[in-house]
């Protein structure tokens, strides 16, 4: 039996800068949806917990990684998780 491991992310804001980080990743990545938020994955991918420090705008986003029941949390609005 083949088990199947996803990541889950959940956001809520804006990223001012998208566009700019959707260009300098595009040669590398597909992106599914139009979405500010969709760069997100991609600068996670490539850059690690490191990324949030390249994002301009109002958000709060939580990562949740089912291989290993870690999550990651960051933004600048108020969250909440329970």
């Known amino acids: 039996m083949e088990t199947e491991w996803f990541d889950l992310i959940?956001?809520?804001?804006?990223i001012y800068n998208?566009?700019?980080l959707r260009?300098?990743?595009?040669?590398?990545h597909t992106?599914?949806?139009n979405s500010d938020c969709d760069v997100i994955t991609h600068l996670y991918e490539e850059h690690g917990e490191d990324f949030?420090?390249?994002l301009d705008g109002v958000f709060s986003f939580v990562w949740l990684n089912?291989?290993?029941n870690s999550f990651f949390a960051a933004g600048?609005?108020?969250?909440?998780?329970y």
């Open 10 to 14: 959940e956001v809520n804001g804006e």
């Open 23 to 28: 260009k300098n990743l595009s040669s590398k």
């Open 18 to 20: 998208h566009e700019d």
């Open 52 to 54: 949030v420090d390249m």
């Open 76 to 81: 600048v609005t108020s969250l909440c998780i």
């Open 66 to 68: 089912t291989r290993d």
């Open 31 to 33: 992106f599914r949806t």
